[in-house]
């Protein structure tokens, strides 16, 4: 029960974290081009990612082996927390600037306004619509498949998804605007927390550690690695001798052409449609995966090992049940440190 609950809690705020983000573009899309269009591209997008879950669920859970789909998964979802958790931790402290969904919203409609209106801006609209719910609804996917699958528990992280969808679709037409005032860096730290502390206990578990309590494990984790997190945080804001304070506009939060997160609005010259697909495919794994922070696909890998090797010399249970978490913690506390004395240097 503890960890079905850890689950949708999960799902639910991760889910709704890419809605903020993507209902931003969808009403700055609708603002300026037209409804029609944006909600056209909105629907679209919902039909391919449904589609997505619906063909690839019962595949992932009836044709891979449970354990192997569980280390899979475990790695998946740690190098993905680890990522989020990671930008958050560094928000949270001060040492990068938090996400303005204004910014967002006004960068949209300036861009789609400045392009040519004739001829097709319908087209224009539902482009940038569809892209900008399909990137993060891919997010979102991913997530409900990989948590899902891995617990047999696919309908119940499906439900979540849909309920988050549907509470900030409901709550941003009611502002009919951009979801600015949404406390997003702290659910972001959260869910990092929630999903590393899934990926651990999945990645242990496929691997072959048997943990104590075994669900109950779950909650566990994710308290100490909350505790963890926290600690960290205050640290960073003790060495940098100031409080936690509003952060200044964040220069990726404007929209990055180049960037296949961001690539929501494009006028350029386009390449052949299967150029653009192949690309965009590669580039939104190797974003997800590795993106600008090697070390924490590295990184998580090394664990793996870690924890093979301990295995096969016949470990003692208690070394295989420590050694993991200890293992990310200090993964997370190289990369948060390397982007410290990044910060610090410039």
């Not at 938090?98 to 801006?121: C, F, P, Q, W």
């Amino acid at each position: 029960m503890g960890s079905e609950a850890v689950l949708v809690a999960a799902v639910f705020l991760a889910s709704a974290v890419e809605m903020v983000e993507a209902l931003t573009i969808v009403l700055a899309v609708g603002s300026s081009r037209g409804w029609r269009s944006s909600l056209e591209g909105v629907v679209a997008a919902l039909i391919v990612l449904a589609a997505l879950v619906i063909v690839l669920g019962p595949a992932l859970v009836g044709y891979i082996p449970l354990n192997l789909l569980r280390s899979v998964v475990g790695g998946v979802l740690l190098i993905f927390g680890l990522q989020w958790l990671r930008k958050a931790v560094l928000r949270a402290a001060g040492l990068k600037a938090k996400r303005d969904e204004d910014l967002v919203y006004r960068s949209t409609i300036a861009t789609l306004s400045s392009a040519n209106a004739s001829g097709g801006s319908d087209l224009q609209g539902f482009v940038v619509a569809f892209k900008g719910v399909f990137i993060e609804g891919l997010e979102v996917v991913i997530i409900v498949l990989t948590m899902g699958s891995s617990t047999h528990e696919l309908a119940l992280a499906s439900v979540s998804a849909v309920a988050a969808a549907v509470v900030v679709a409901v709550v941003g037409l009611a502002v009919a605007r951009q979801l600015s005032g949404v406390p997003e860096n702290a659910m972001k730290l959260i869910v990092g927390v929630m999903l590393i502390s899934f990926g651990t206990f999945w990645g242990g578990e496929g691997l072959g550690i048997r943990w104590p309590g075994s669900d109950l494990a779950i909650p566990a984790l994710v308290l100490v690695y909350g505790a963890l997190t926290f600690l960290v945080v205050k640290a960073i804001e003790s060495l940098q001798g100031v409080r936690l304070v509003g952060a200044k506009v964040e220069a990726e939060a404007s929209i990055d052409f180049s960037s296949p997160s961001e690539n929501l609005v494009d006028v350029r010259p386009r390449k052949a449609m299967p150029v653009r697909l192949a690309g965009g495919f590669f580039g939104f794994w190797w974003e997800f995966l590795v993106g600008d922070t090697p070390e924490l696909f590295a990184g998580t890998l090394a664990i793996f090992g870690a924890t093979e090797f301990l295995l096969h010399s016949q470990a003692p249970a208690l070394v295989l049940v420590l050694s993991a978490p200890s293992l990310v913690v200090v993964l997370l506390g190289v990369t948060v440190a390397t982007a410290y004395r990044s910060s610090t240097r410039r």
